[in-house]
């Protein structure tokens, strides 16, 4: 059984990300199948519940307020809207329903209708996660009592590339918020975006703070960036498909229990860079036609590659972090459990 690390070294994660990749598929395969059905993807629904004219300055993103890209402005949607598109993304067989919003975090007067979405959709049979950016510990609270499943807050790159793509919040403000999260027992989906203009060093030192978590994300996005006309990065250059395959069998074997989701970019990926992806340790990916602002691959096309593949839309991943691991892990760490997690913000290493 592979063993759960928190001590990966950007070396090593390099040299993982260096081997032949016969080799590298290899390692990625023996790790899925110990915890994961290969002929199984979890399907996500993605909504954007208030779009566009976000304070921050994301390099890649379509609806920063920084940049001109034809987004119109939204706000933030009604109840009843939101109900109805997860009871069209239940229908198509999503199990769980991500909501986005274009903050930079939320305002505490949003909070209580926050905590009615995810009750209700909750009682929609759903799993939730919500992405609204950063989060306070208050906030956190409402959204533990809420019983919100998973909260997703990237990282989205390496410390060290970071500056070059988000100026107006630090890398520490985000392990901040995910140190919170942990801190409620909410689960976690943190990942990034792949193509931004990172050198291979980069990628092995995003994966490796994603590693050192402690315990491990239970969910795992890779995006590919998605090139919007008005962002800077609409001239990046294009990232090697077998590239990103490396970093998704990278992750699998760095985060053995985590589940590694295909997120953004797949519409212009072709179906055998999908198949390598799979077979590479992702098992999860966003269904639907669109993803927060920006076009999905077609429903279709989705049936008809899992189909060719034998792949089948599951309920429930196998493995993941599950209840019962998660309160033990919570229990050592808030009984005072002596590890060095406790020393450093009690969840997990910095340096
Ligand atoms: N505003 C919140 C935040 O940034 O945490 C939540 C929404 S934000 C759109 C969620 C994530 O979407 C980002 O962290 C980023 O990783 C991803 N994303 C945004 N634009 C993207 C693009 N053009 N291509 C790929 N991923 C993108
Ligand atoms: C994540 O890592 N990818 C999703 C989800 N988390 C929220 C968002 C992708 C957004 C792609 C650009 C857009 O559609 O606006
Ligand atoms: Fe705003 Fe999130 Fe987009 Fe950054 S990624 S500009 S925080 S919506």
């Known amino acids: 059984m592979a063993e759960l690390r928190y001590d990966w070294t950007v070396e090593e994660v390099e040299a993982l990300l260096d081997l032949p990749f016969a080799d590298l598929m290899y390692r990625a395969q023996q790790t899925h199948r110990e915890s994961f059905d290969p002929n199984r993807v979890q399907v996500s629904s993605l909504l954007s519940i208030k779009t566009g004219a976000c304070p921050e300055d994301c390099k890649y993103c ?25 009871r069209e993304a239940r229908a198509q067989g999503a199990t769980r329903f991500c909501m986005g919003a274009a903050w930079r975090n939320p305002n505490d007067r949003d909070m209580p209708f926050i905590v009615d979405v995810i009750r209700g959709v909750k009682a929609l049979g759903m799993e939730t996660c919500m992405t609204l950016g950063m989060l306070t510990d208050s906030q956190c609270a409402m959204l533990a009592e809420a019983g919100l499943d998973y909260y997703n807050h990237n990282l989205d790159t390496s410390p060290e590339f970071y500056n070059q793509i988000i100026t107006t919040r630090t890398y520490e403000d985000r392990l901040e918020t995910i140190r919170l999260l942990r801190k409620h027992h909410i689960r976690i989906c943190c990942g990034g975006i792949l193509g931004m203009g990172e050198t291979r060093r980069d990628r092995a030192s995003f994966l490796r703070q994603l590693a050192i978590i402690n315990p491990h994300p239970e969910s795992v996005p890779i995006n590919m960036l998605v090139k919007v006309s008005g962002t800077p990065l609409e001239q990046a250059k294009p990232l090697d498909g077998l590239e990103f395959v490396r970093v998704v069998a ?33 098992s999860s990916i ?40 998660l309160k033990i892990i919570f229990r050592k760490i808030h009984e005072g459990a002596h590890n060095d997690q406790e020393e450093h913000h009690g969840c997990f290493r910095l340096e």
Do not use: W
């Open 286 to 325: 966003f269904y639907g036609t669109k993803l927060l602002t920006t076009k999905n691959a077609e429903q279709r096309r989705d049936d008809e590659l899992f189909e060719r593949l034998g792949i089948s839309a599951t309920e429930n991943q196998t493995a993941g972090t599950d209840e019962e691991d």
């Open 250 to 282: 990278a992750a699998r074997i760095l985060m053995p229990k985590s589940v590694v989701r295909l997120s953004a970019g797949r519409e212009q990926m072709t179906d055998e860079l999908h198949a390598l992806c799979f077979l590479a340790g992702a």
């Open 62 to 86: 379509p609806q920063s307020a920084h940049y001109s890209t034809g987004l119109e402005r939204e706000r933030l949607l009604s109840y009843e809207v939101i109900m109805q598109k997860a």
